[in-house]
């Protein structure tokens, strides 16, 4: 792996009870991969972002890039950040207003030749898309063209890693997505390993090859997207991504094999259907998705409608099935019903993914 972090622990003596704020996390990117740490507020991310970089030192474990050690908790190495050949991209662009976007940019590599110099600042300037904007000053520019001067200004001076810090989140909702599909393209374009931190799901499946989820310091899964929403390792995971509900359920063995028998009717799923003894009594509660949910009138199941936010191509359905479950469901929001209304759904999971039950989630 190009990047490679082993048993990393982050710990700030100040904090209360004096819990690690990154407790032995290991995660490899191979050159050229972009990597995205999500979770909730406080669970670590930028702590980890820290410790890459050389600004915090790490409590235990070890950061290497191309297997050149940076820091090393056991021996006491820890490189200092300006010694790390990392580039970071922060939440606020941190651009200098006084200068035009190509000194921005050139900010950093002012040790090269002249001609150098100016040649590199316009290969970042055509990177980003901004050939137009060079002599302008940043307050000219529109919010995602600052990032992309951010970007260009900590790509210039060719890093080994790039880590970027919630760059998108002073961006308002549309912009982001689509800049976070810029951002990926320039950063394959120039072949830069990365790693970003977010809290936007929509974000991190945007522009990562590799999302780890991270709760209370630990690294919970660390995959690509389609494993995290379809295969995730932990109960925490399977809530964090996407939107669903955990309900009551239990696995029998059926003629064809182990099915899964839940409110919404059996579940077939041969290939990963854990086996009845997989869980005492079979019981376990199986994780519904809101795009595992069918709206269909011929189907004997009957939920009520509690909530719906519209979503523009899709409704985001709350319902409440008769015998008391919960679930959520995406609907074509040209089927448009009313709150309260009644409506036929069915179950249509591909993967089936269940975990131990646990009785006060209902
Ligand atoms: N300088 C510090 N001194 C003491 N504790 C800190 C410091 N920085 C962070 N922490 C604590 O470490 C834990 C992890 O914080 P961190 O900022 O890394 O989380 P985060 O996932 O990036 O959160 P957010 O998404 O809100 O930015 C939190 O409990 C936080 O209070």
Redesign the pocket.
């Given at each position: 792996m190009f990047l490679s972090l082993e048993s990393v622990g982050v710990r700030?003596t100040?904090?209360s009870g004096g819990r690690a704020?990154?407790d032995g996390i290991t995660l490899g990117l191979a050159a050229g991969q972009v990597g995205v740490l999500i979770?909730?507020?406080?669970?670590?991310?930028?702590?980890?972002l820290r410790a890459v970089a050389g600004l915090e030192r790490c409590a235990a474990g070890r950061v290497l890039i191309d297997g050149d050690v940076l820091s090393d908790a056991a021996s006491g190495v820890h490189l200092a950040p300006e010694q790390r050949r990392i580039g970071m991209v922060f939440q606020d662009y941190a651009l200098f207003p006084h200068l035009s976007v190509a000194d921005n940019i050139a900010f950093g590599i002012g040790a090269l030749p002249r001609a150098e110099r100016q040649a590199r600042v316009q290969q970042m300037l055509d990177l980003v898309g901004l050939g137009h904007a060079a002599k302008r000053a940043p307050h000219q520019l529109s919010g995602g063209q600052q990032q992309r001067v951010a970007l260009a200004r900590a790509l210039a001076p060719q890093p080994r890693l790039l880590l970027l810090d919630?760059p998108f989140s002073s961006l308002d909702v549309d912009l982001r997505e689509r800049l976070a599909q810029e951002v990926r393209s320039i950063l394959k374009e120039s072949g830069t390993t990365a790693l970003l931190?977010t809290?936007d799901q929509l974000e991190a499946f945007a522009v990562g090859d590799v999302i780890g989820v991270?709760n209370q310091?630990h690294l919970e899964q660390w995959d690509d997207a389609y494993t995290l929403y379809h295969r995730p390792a932990s109960r925490f995971v399977a809530g964090f991504i996407g939107h669903g509900v955990f309900a009551p359920a239990q696995i029998v063995a059926c003629a064809a094999g182990p099915c899964v028998q839940t409110p919404l009717g059996e579940l077939h799923d041969m290939e990963n259907c854990p086996l009845p003894e997989a869980f005492p009594l079979g019981e376990c509660d199986v994780l519904l998705r809101a795009d595992d949910i069918v709206h269909d009138d011929a189907s004997t199941v009957r939920a009520r409608i509690e909530r719906k936010a519209f979503r523009g191509s899709e409704f985001l359905y709350t319902l409440r099935l008769e015998s008391g479950e919960q679930v959520l469901a995406h609907v074509p929001s040209h089927h448009d019903h009313h709150v309260g209304e009644w409506i036929g759904i069915r179950a249509e999971v591909d993967h089936v993914v269940t975990f131990p039950r646990v009785a006060a989630v209902r």
């Open positions: 700030y100040r904090a704020a990154v979770g909730p507020s406080g669970c670590g991310k930028t702590s980890l919630e931190v809290h991270m310091g």
